[in-house]
């Protein structure tokens, strides 16, 4: 008997075990690996300081006059970049699935906000940096269990999640900016720059951080790309099927939080990352909903060349890389709104010309030759 061919698909085996492969999705992520290895040399190489690609590789292969350049000011904030990505946009991604929402992600159902207001009351009452990381994470992972304790009630739907998180995060939004606004003036701008999100003064301890969670996490990553298959079927087939739909909703949306609060812990509250880097891998790829590698390449390419640009575009002012992420956010939802609201209409109006032609040829079949008017 012969295998059942999927179309767009192969199908690779190893003795015992096999592993279906979407095509396009895999050509995606060689060409945003591409991508960002040119994003990371130029990220290497470009700055106030032009390095060329020879002397970089030399540098990181021996020692050179630019050991400080290379190993201490750009390497470690060009790796914590490209890890800080790929986990907000896994997050994002795994949010939006769980959602069924390519709105959803964790700028926007509170986790955040959330590790927004932990880094503010630490950093406006004192407490010191040594708690700033711990406390975002802290404040990620609470606020994601609020949402999903609010949104589980009966039973976790995809908009009873998205509406939940909007109202936790609107109530912790006003909790930071009340914070803002009885602190003290330099403590509230330190605030205000954590919470727009930076990569300035960082290194490789929050690079090994994350990258140890996104290691940490790969056996869980590998469950939920498995576990996606049955989230864009309805409550009652994948129910029929035998799937635990709440169960499975909570795993993939805890696994979600706990990456994006992670990064946020560490780079700051660099926003929509984790909304438009999925979308885009989605569109690249064609496929139903984002695909979780894909997603993080082109995380990582967004943060990476946001980071990049915000360092040596704006003469000898540094922008946050926050600040471009935010203009990026908003471009992208410009987009959707323009691009769906255009294809909805087309939609609407080619269903609407199939119906009245059916109309008119049903009319016409009614017609008996003897009714005809002479």
């Not at 330099?186 to 605030?191: E, G, L």
Request: hydrophobic share 55%.
């Amino acid at each position: 008997m012969s295998a059942l061919r999927l179309p767009g698909r192969a199908v690779l085996r190893t003795g015992a075990y096999s592993l279906t492969v979407h095509r396009r999705s895999a050509a995606v992520c060689v060409l945003l690996l591409a991508v960002l290895l040119g994003a990371v040399t130029a990220a290497l190489c470009l700055g106030d300081t032009y390095i060329t690609f020879a002397d970089t590789v030399a540098t990181l292969t021996g020692t050179t006059g630019y050991d400080r350049t290379i190993e201490v000011l750009r390497l470690p904030r060009t790796v914590l970049a490209v890890a800080a990505g790929a986990a907000l946009a896994l997050g994002g991604a795994l949010i939006q699935s769980v959602a069924r929402n390519p709105l959803a992600s964790p700028d926007i159902v509170g986790v955040t906000a959330g590790a927004g207001l932990a880094a503010t009351f630490t950093l406006t009452f004192g407490l010191g940096y040594a708690l700033l990381a711990p406390s975002a994470l802290v404040g990620g992972l609470a606020a994601a269990a609020l949402v999903l304790l609010v949104a589980a009630r009966g039973s976790l739907s995809a908009p009873r999640f998205v509406l939940a998180g909007v109202a936790v995060a609107v109530l912790l939004k006003s909790g930071i900016q009340i914070l803002l606004l009885s602190a003290d003036a330099i403590d509230a701008q330190r605030a205000q720059i954590w919470l727009i999100g930076t990569l300035g003064g960082r290194g490789w301890t929050e690079a090994a951080f994350l990258g140890a969670a996104l290691a940490l996490a790969l056996p869980a990553l590998v469950w939920a790309q498995r576990a996606l298959d049955t989230t864009d079927l309805d409550d009652p087939t994948a129910t029929g099927i035998g799937v635990r739909v709440t169960g499975r909703r909570i795993g993939l949306a805890v696994l979600g939080v706990v990456l994006a609060s992670a990064a946020v812990s560490q780079v700051g509250a660099v926003e929509f990352v984790a909304l438009a880097a999925p979308q885009i891998a989605r569109r690249l790829a064609r496929t139903s909903r984002p695909p979780l590698l894909a997603s993080a390449l082109t995380g990582a390419v967004l943060l990476v060349l946001a980071d990049w640009l915000g360092r040596t575009a704006f003469g000898d002012y540094q922008v946050p890389a926050g600040v471009l992420t935010a203009a990026l956010g908003g471009l992208y939802l410009l987009y959707l709104l323009l691009t769906k609201g255009t294809r909805n209409e087309k939609k609407t109006a080619g269903l609407r010309a199939r119906l009245g032609l059916r109309a008119r040829a049903g009319r016409v079949r009614d017609v008996r030759p003897g009714d005809r008017t002479q």
